[in-house]
């Protein structure tokens, strides 16, 4: 199957290490936000999340959402956008297809609106967790409505309803596989813990490297390589600390026994730096 894939950084914040490893700095650092453009041969042009957008500004102007702006202050310039970096690249926004939704959290779904005729996959659990919270709720979910568009949910192809396959012997840490495009080329699983039904995703691409991304399993690299926990606080705003901590030991295990496997956390600057030297193809 010849895919392509090509990685972006849709703006990024800032926040203190510590937070996001234990025994790591207080010293604040900058968590890019990625996103990708998966070029599929049939299904055309996939984006797996999208990043900030500007959207994100005006949502957290008002109070309680004003909380997550100041606990994860953003930074996106003017062209930063998924809309806008794909149009640099050449591809128009009516021209993407799909959309695979990690989560919800502001920082994944930012730029869902730019994208008028994508369909959008995600887990039902994930958008079922947190379609209807609002206010205070809302503000612990990291989930800001305002992003969605009007008609999200008809524009929305639950995972659930795909076809399950048994994955193949190297990812079998996760009992479930579900084959998005019947055709074995993206393989969704379940991550959860930080949200409720995470969606991380295998493939392969044209040049036979495998990848996996995990969303926000864990914000560093050191994390599943060392399976290091964030600090105790970084439980609150997640899900579930327990399945937290089970998700990412899998990941730990799955990249011991497949060191070749590039698994590819949103927010890490590391990973980041060495996906940008990748040639755009
Ligand atoms: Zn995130």
């Not at 290490?17 to 996939?46: C, D, N, Y």
């Amino acid at each position: 199957m010849s895919i392509q894939v090509n990685f972006f950084q849709g703006g990024y914040c800032t926040h203190p290490q510590a937070m996001v490893i234990r025994g790591g700095k207080w010293k604040t650092e900058t968590f890019p936000s990625l996103f990708a453009l998966i070029s599929h041969p049939q299904a055309g042009a996939i984006l797996f999340d999208t990043g900030y957008s500007q959207r994100f500004f005006p949502e957290t102007r008002k109070f309680p959402f004003q909380l997550y702006a100041l606990t994860t202050p953003v930074y996106l310039q003017a062209g930063e956008s998924a809309v806008e970096q794909l149009q640099q690249h050449g591809l128009e926004p009516e021209a993407v297809q799909y959309i695979i939704i990690s989560h919800f959290h502001a920082d994944h779904i930012g730029g869902l609106q730019d994208f008028p005729n994508a369909k959008f996959i995600c887990f039902q659990s994930a958008y079922q967790a947190v379609k209807s919270l609002r206010g205070i709720a809302a503000l612990k979910a990291g989930f800001l409505a305002g992003l969605l568009p009007s008609n999200f949910e008809q524009r929305t192809i639950f995972v659930e309803q795909t076809d399950t396959i048994s994955l193949p012997d190297e990812y079998s840490i996760f009992q479930t596989g579900f084959d998005l495009f019947a055709d074995g080329s993206l393989i969704a699983v379940e991550l959860p813990g930080h949200a409720t039904g995470q969606l991380g995703l295998f493939f392969t691409d044209v040049d036979n490297q495998s990848y996996f991304l995990i969303a926000d399993a864990c914000w560093l690299s050191r994390a599943y390589q060392e399976f290091v926990q964030p600090h105790p606080i970084a439980n609150l705003i997640f899900a579930n600390s327990r399945d937290y901590v089970d998700t990412l030991h899998k990941i730990h295990q799955l990249h011991k026994s497949n060191p070749n496997l590039k698994i590819i956390p949103t927010h890490c600057r590391d990973t980041w730096m060495q996906l940008k030297k990748l040639p755009y193809s």
